[in-house]
């Protein structure tokens, strides 16, 4: 069993920048993939970043491809997402999750944390 939290979220304005933090706790594998995705309201959810956690290879989405970098932070079981660039488009609830497949095999979720990109 794992818990995840997130915190960060917060209101920028277009092109400021943001980062998460998502801090984990209880099981963890070293298998694992912690990702980070995103759901505007009525929109489906969106796997934005991911990060293996033994390797510590990196993935990201076409729309957030050199905005938003994803690393491990040097408090232990922390994962943080650096968002820069900020655009409205990127105002949404963002989650970090955990599990073995990354987008599809995440098995535990963080309660989100809100973003608004607004002037």
């Known amino acids: 069993e794992a818990q995840l939290a997130e915190s960060g979220g917060g209101l920028v304005q277009p092109g400021g920048s943001l980062t998460l933090s998502c801090a984990a706790s209880g099981y963890i594998s070293r298998n694992y993939y912690i990702g980070w995705f995103r759901q505007v309201q009525g929109k489906e959810r969106e796997g934005v970043a991911a990060?293996?956690?033994?390797?510590?290879?990196?993935s990201y989405s076409d729309s957030v491809k050199g905005r938003f970098t994803i690393a491990r932070d040097t408090a232990k079981n922390t994962w943080s997402l650096a968002m820069n660039s900020l655009e409205p488009e990127d105002t949404a609830s963002y989650y970090c999750?955990?599990?073995?497949?990354?987008?599809?095999?995440?098995?535990?979720w963080g309660e989100g944390t809100r973003v608004t990109v607004s002037s």
């Open positions: 999750a955990m599990g073995l497949y990354y987008p599809r095999g995440m098995q535990w």
């Open positions: 990060i293996q956690i033994d390797s510590g290879s990196t």
